[in-house]
């Protein structure tokens, strides 16, 4: 049997497939990333899924794709903790920006970017990425990520910046402290997840004026940055995946309006499209 794997920062879908491409499950765990979760936290998150640990001795290979795993360094640290738990797996891990292109590609060449938690891009000719600009995460970069845009809800309340229905609403939500948000960002683990978490609430009021006009922005300066980038970005399609592209679709599109990419397919969930992809262009090399 074989598993494949997307993970973004906060969750991560596998997919379980037989040697003859038949779909046999399909699984969450939360997400991993070797930047933030050591072996042991990847072991225990496996663990903590009963369905995965009832096949765990029956998978041969695993394609693992996921935030964080961009370095030889980092996708050491995800192999082991999955040899942990898949003792007898073949592993391949790689970054979530690779499987987010596969996801995408239909045949042709296209520019695939990643909007969840954080954010991302790269070009992709259907056999190798090429990456034009770095992430610079959270604290630098994520440009238009959930949590670039919790932060600019922070920013917003903390400054009295937000209209006064928003700021009633968000308090009604219940609107951290100076002294919580204080903690969970800079004193504790996983503050991109934490942020991207305010997306809830920012998804609640996507129609708000004022929040389109965050978004909208917010993407623009992710294409002008992460996209524009590429000197062909005007002669292939733009392809985005991720929570934030196909719930604020409106907003993309405005942006890709704005900004004259060609906006190419909007995906919530790759992990569909990764094993198309592997069926289709991978196992016969793997």
């Not at 060609?262 to 992809?277: A, C, F, H, M, S």
Request: hydrophobic share 40%; proline share 3%.
């Amino acid at each position: 049997m074989i598993l494949i794997a997307d993970s973004g920062s906060t969750k991560c879908d596998w997919a379980l497939i037989d040697e003859k491409g038949t779909r046999l499950g399909n699984y969450q765990t939360m997400g991993l990333n070797p930047y933030f979760h050591s072996e042991d936290v990847i072991e225990n998150a496996l663990r903590s899924n009963v369905e995965l640990n009832n096949i765990a001795s029956d998978v041969k290979q695993i394609f693992f794709y996921g935030a964080g795993s961009s370095t030889k360094e980092m996708c050491d640290i995800m192999n082991a903790g999955l040899k942990r738990v898949f003792i007898n797996a073949d592993i391949l891990v790689d970054h979530d920006l690779v499987g987010s292109a596969m996801s995408t590609y239909d045949g042709e060449p296209c520019i695939a970017c990643i909007l969840g938690t954080g954010s991302n891009s790269c070009f992709f000719d259907g056999k190798e990425v090429y990456e034009e600009v770095p992430s610079l995460a959270y604290i630098l970069g994520d440009e238009a990520s959930g949590s670039y845009f919790g932060k600019i809800l922070l920013q917003e309340y903390f400054y009295k910046k937000l209209p006064a229905d928003l700021r009633e609403a968000f308090e009604t939500y219940h609107a951290p402290s100076k002294d919580e948000i204080i903690s969970r960002v800079y004193r504790e683990p996983n503050a991109n997840v934490y942020l991207a978490g305010f997306m809830k609430f920012i998804g609640e009021h996507r129609h708000h004026p004022h929040v389109k006009q965050w978004v909208t922005k917010g993407m623009i300066h992710f294409i002008n940055i992460h996209v524009k980038c590429f000197s062909n970005w005007k002669d292939v399609p733009v392809h985005f995946v991720g929570s934030i592209g196909h719930y604020f679709e409106d907003c993309l599109q405005e942006a890709a309006k704005e900004t004259g990419i060609r906006l190419g397919q909007i995906i919530r969930k790759p992990i569909d499209g990764l094993v198309n992809y592997h069926l289709k262009f991978k196992f016969h090399t793997a």
